[in-house]
Structures are given as structure tokens and as C-alpha cells.
């Protein structure tokens, strides 16, 4: 490989005292009003950044090039009035995220390589859009850096775990919290031998692998040339990440009536009314919301024990024995009749949609374990769209890695 795995980076972040003006949720998880309501009142919001759509009349295309050109005065405006700075040299950083249920990661920000995204060193398992990877990539350019990090996972490694548990030691660099709660906290790891030891302990793995972020790594590539072949990744150890189950939604039956539904679906499934929510305890079990009544299903028959590691996973079970042939869904990604809900919006809001929204019946499903999505990758195959919600989610505004011009 050309470069390293991971790279030090001298990152632009808020000057001293000003995250919490600059922190904003992940452009990507917000709609155009809820970004409007995040930036309201926060001149300083990377929202003006990451959403500049927000800032220019309600008509305009989100994508038009004036909403690209606007990120870019807003991040210049930024730097220029000094609520953005730029380190002197080159860092690692140690970021951790608390969530409000006491849930705490601790991972290294990090400049990671193009070239190993390209030959899988850092892995993938999803599928990108190109107009998706198209707006990221002109987002990097116009701007002038990577904004938007990529969350990664890697192996368990005790020195760097060590390295991390030292920096984190002091007090913070920054601190801010999100708006739903969750406080991020960044570290500079500025000794030359303990970033020389992080870069080596990174070498050293077999793979890092993108939890999310799939479209901004596949945006960097299309920019590498322009931007020395990194972007921004921010990874933690595998068994510290979050997974919740990404529920489905489906707007009609397929022309089935209710009882029939159910009886399509018992044929695959033990179907058994709750009194209560459904959160699947375990996986091939889910839950059902259809009318006011929330049901457990049971798997009948498990996936054969030679299946494939996409095969196993709870999304493609649902897809395989409900979805396609009960309720005709045979595209996800195209087919207007379904959509995904994280599960860190909760069970409520299955039932609101399907009571209040005009969907017919809703899914809770059980999360995607890491070591699936590992198996998943290591084998350069492709989980189904929407396997899994991570939470928390990582802060965009506290570092950016800039493109040299």
C-alpha cells in the first residue's frame, strides 16, 4: 500500500470555548426542517455548513450548485471570524461519545487512506448511490475539506486502547453536547512516539470497516486526487459499537385482508399476540404492529446452518419470508410501499405511523450484531439496505480534515 492505513492530520476545529455554538447532528439524519430548527438562533452552526440548503430560499434544489457555493462562504466565514481554527501539525485525536442512557465509545480520529478503501483494507458492505456519492464529493470540493466523518470499527488492540485511555486522561480539547443529548468530547494526541506507536497498531490490523458513512468514503475516492488520498474517519473498538434494529414499515397488504395476512405470515412464523410493544429479544424473532395489536413472530425454521452471512441476518430473513412473497416487495431500495424507521426512534413511533400516517403494518426487528456486519465484509459481500442504525451517532463541526490545496 501506498500510504498508511491511518495518518496524523492537522484538523480545523471550534477555537476554544465554541463547540457547543459549532456541534450539529450528521447532515444525513435530519430533514430540511428539523436542520432549519437546529440552526435557529446558532449563527455559528455547522448546520450553515453541512445544510446550507437552509440559508437559501425555500425552493431551492439542495443540490444546486449556489447551495454548494454557500457551504463554502459559511465554512470560509467560519474561519475567517475565528470560531474555526486550524491545528499547527498534524494529530490523532481520541473523540468520545456519551450518549443520555450512559453509553460511552471512545475511538481515534484519524485521516485514513483512499487506497485502503479501495483495496478493502477499509471494508465496506453496502451498496452506494452515485447521486448520492455525486453531492458528497462536490460538497468536499467546493468546501475545501472533509467534513462529514466516516464511523468505523476495528479489532479490539489493547495498545491503542492504552494510547486513547492516556489522552483521554486530560481535559478536553472540546466538549459539546448534540441536540439529542449525547456529548462528544475531542482529545489532541500530539507526542510523535505515541502517534508514531497509533499508526503502526493500525498497520498491524487485517481491516477496519465502515459502520456508517458508505457514501462519503466512496465520495473521497472520487476527490482523492484532488485531496492526497484521505478522508476523515473517527473509529472506535468493535465491542464498544452500538447497533439498534432498523424497523420496516409497509403502506398496504397486498391486496390481503388482515386475517389472511396473518395466515400468509404463520405459515413461515408462530404468530403471538402481545399486550405489550414487541422489542425482539433475540434474533429470527420480530415484531408485528397491524391494526392496534402488536404480535411476536417466531421463526419456524432457522436459516440452514451452511447459509451465507448475508442469508443470516434477521433483514434478510424478513425480506425472504414476508416481505417478497406475502407482500409482493421485491425491490426495497426502489419500491415506494416501504420504508425504514432507526430504532432510535422507538416502538411509539412504529404504531403513530401505522395508527395516524396510513401505513398498514410495521416491523420491529432485533439489531444486526458487529460480528455479523464483520463476516459480512470480510466475505466482499452486500447487506440488504437499511441492516443497521448505529447510535449514537458522530458530531459533524468538532473536526474536519482539510484538502491541501
Given at each position: 500500500?501506498?500510504?498508511?492505513?491511518?495518518?496524523?492530520?492537522?484538523?480545523?476545529?471550534?477555537?476554544?470555548?465554541?463547540?457547543?455554538?459549532?456541534?450539529?447532528?450528521?447532515?444525513?439524519?435530519?430533514?430540511?426542517?428539523?436542520?432549519?430548527?437546529?440552526?435557529?438562533?446558532?449563527?455559528?452552526?455547522?448546520?450553515?455548513?453541512?445544510?446550507?440548503?437552509?440559508?437559501?430560499?425555500?425552493?431551492?434544489?439542495?443540490?444546486?450548485?449556489?447551495?454548494?457555493?454557500?457551504?463554502?462562504?459559511?465554512?470560509?466565514?467560519?474561519?475567517?471570524?475565528?470560531?474555526?481554527?486550524?491545528?499547527?501539525?498534524?494529530?490523532?485525536?481520541?473523540?468520545?461519545?456519551?450518549?443520555?442512557?450512559?453509553?460511552?465509545?471512545?475511538?481515534?480520529?484519524?485521516?485514513?487512506?483512499?487506497?485502503?478503501?479501495?483495496?478493502?483494507?477499509?471494508?465496506?458492505?453496502?451498496?452506494?448511490?452515485?447521486?448520492?456519492?455525486?453531492?458528497?464529493?462536490?460538497?468536499?470540493?467546493?468546501?475545501?475539506?472533509?467534513?462529514?466523518?466516516?464511523?468505523?470499527?476495528?479489532?479490539?488492540?489493547?495498545?491503542?486502547?492504552?494510547?486513547?485511555?492516556?489522552?483521554?486522561?486530560?481535559?478536553?480539547?472540546?466538549?459539546?453536547?448534540?441536540?439529542?443529548?449525547?456529548?462528544?468530547?475531542?482529545?489532541?494526541?500530539?507526542?510523535?512516539?505515541?502517534?508514531?506507536?497509533?499508526?503502526?497498531?493500525?498497520?498491524?490490523?487485517?481491516?477496519?470497516?465502515?459502520?456508517?458513512?458508505?457514501?462519503?468514503?466512496?465520495?473521497?475516492?472520487?476527490?482523492?486526487?484532488?485531496?492526497?488520498?484521505?478522508?476523515?474517519?473517527?473509529?472506535?473498538?468493535?465491542?464498544?459499537?452500538?447497533?439498534?434494529?432498523?424497523?420496516?414499515?409497509?403502506?398496504?397488504?397486498?391486496?390481503?385482508?388482515?386475517?389472511?395476512?396473518?395466515?400468509?405470515?404463520?405459515?413461515?412464523?408462530?404468530?403471538?399476540?402481545?399486550?405489550?410493544?414487541?422489542?425482539?429479544?433475540?434474533?429470527?424473532?420480530?415484531?408485528?404492529?397491524?391494526?392496534?395489536?402488536?404480535?411476536?413472530?417466531?421463526?419456524?425454521?432457522?436459516?440452514?446452518?451452511?447459509?451465507?452471512?448475508?442469508?443470516?441476518?434477521?433483514?434478510?430473513?424478513?425480506?425472504?419470508?414476508?416481505?417478497?412473497?406475502?407482500?409482493?416487495?421485491?425491490?426495497?431500495?426502489?419500491?415506494?410501499r416501504i420504508d425504514f424507521v432507526g430504532g432510535g426512534r422507538g416502538l411509539g413511533?412504529?404504531?403513530?405511523?401505522?395508527?395516524?400516517?396510513?401505513?398498514?403494518?410495521?416491523?420491529?426487528?432485533?439489531?444486526?450484531?458487529?460480528?455479523?456486519?464483520?463476516?459480512?465484509?470480510?466475505?466482499?459481500?452486500?447487506?440488504?439496505?437499511?441492516?443497521?442504525?448505529?447510535?449514537?451517532?458522530?458530531?459533524?463541526?468538532?473536526?474536519?480534515?482539510?484538502?491541501?490545496?
Open positions: 500500500m501506498s500510504a498508511p492505513l491511518i495518518q496524523p492530520f492537522a484538523a480545523i476545529r471550534p477555537a476554544r470555548g465554541r463547540a457547543q455554538d459549532i456541534i450539529a447532528r450528521p447532515y444525513d439524519v435530519l430533514s430540511q426542517a428539523e436542520a432549519e430548527t437546529g440552526a435557529r438562533g446558532r449563527p455559528w452552526s455547522f448546520l450553515h455548513v453541512s445544510r446550507a440548503e437552509i440559508d437559501l430560499p425555500d425552493a431551492t434544489d439542495p443540490h444546486a450548485p449556489e447551495v454548494y457555493d454557500q457551504a463554502a462562504k459559511a465554512f470560509a466565514a467560519m474561519q475567517a471570524e475565528g470560531v474555526l481554527v486550524r491545528d499547527p501539525a498534524p494529530h490523532y485525536y481520541a473523540y468520545r461519545m456519551t450518549a443520555p442512557d450512559g453509553h460511552v465509545q471512545t475511538g481515534v480520529a484519524a485521516a485514513g487512506s483512499t487506497r485502503a478503501y479501495e483495496i478493502n483494507h477499509i471494508r465496506r458492505h453496502e451498496h452506494t448511490r452515485p447521486d448520492k456519492e455525486l453531492d458528497r464529493a462536490r460538497q468536499i470540493a467546493a468546501v475545501g475539506a472533509h467534513t462529514g466523518p466516516v464511523l468505523t470499527a476495528h479489532p479490539s488492540d489493547p495498545e491503542v486502547e492504552a494510547l486513547l485511555a492516556a489522552a483521554t486522561a486530560a481535559e478536553p480539547a472540546a466538549g459539546a453536547k448534540t441536540d439529542d443529548g449525547t456529548r462528544h468530547q475531542v482529545w489532541p494526541i500530539v507526542d510523535p512516539d505515541e502517534i508514531d506507536r497509533m499508526t503502526a497498531r493500525f498497520e498491524a490490523m487485517p481491516a477496519i470497516y465502515i459502520a456508517d458513512g458508505h457514501h462519503r468514503s466512496a465520495a473521497a475516492l472520487r476527490v482523492a486526487a484532488q485531496s492526497g488520498g484521505r478522508f476523515l474517519i473517527i473509529s472506535f473498538p468493535a465491542e464498544q459499537m452500538r447497533i439498534l434494529g432498523y424497523n420496516r414499515i409497509v403502506r398496504e397488504l397486498n391486496g390481503l385482508s388482515r386475517q389472511a395476512f396473518l395466515d400468509a405470515v404463520s405459515r413461515a412464523f408462530s404468530v403471538v399476540p402481545s399486550s405489550e410493544p414487541v422489542s425482539p429479544s433475540q434474533p429470527a424473532t420480530f415484531g408485528l404492529y397491524l391494526a392496534g395489536q402488536w404480535y411476536t413472530l417466531g421463526l419456524r425454521e432457522p436459516p440452514a446452518p451452511d447459509a451465507g452471512p448475508v442469508d443470516r441476518l434477521d433483514v434478510s430473513i424478513l425480506m425472504a419470508r414476508i416481505l417478497t412473497p406475502v407482500l409482493g416487495i421485491v425491490d426495497p431500495r426502489t419500491d415506494q413511533d412504529l404504531a403513530r405511523r401505522v395508527d395516524a400516517d396510513g401505513w398498514a403494518v410495521a416491523f420491529s426487528l432485533y439489531p444486526t450484531a458487529m460480528a455479523d456486519l464483520m463476516a459480512v465484509a470480510d466475505a466482499g459481500a452486500v447487506m440488504p439496505p437499511k441492516s443497521t442504525w448505529f447510535e449514537p451517532k458522530l458530531a459533524d463541526g468538532l473536526l474536519s480534515l482539510p484538502i491541501e490545496r
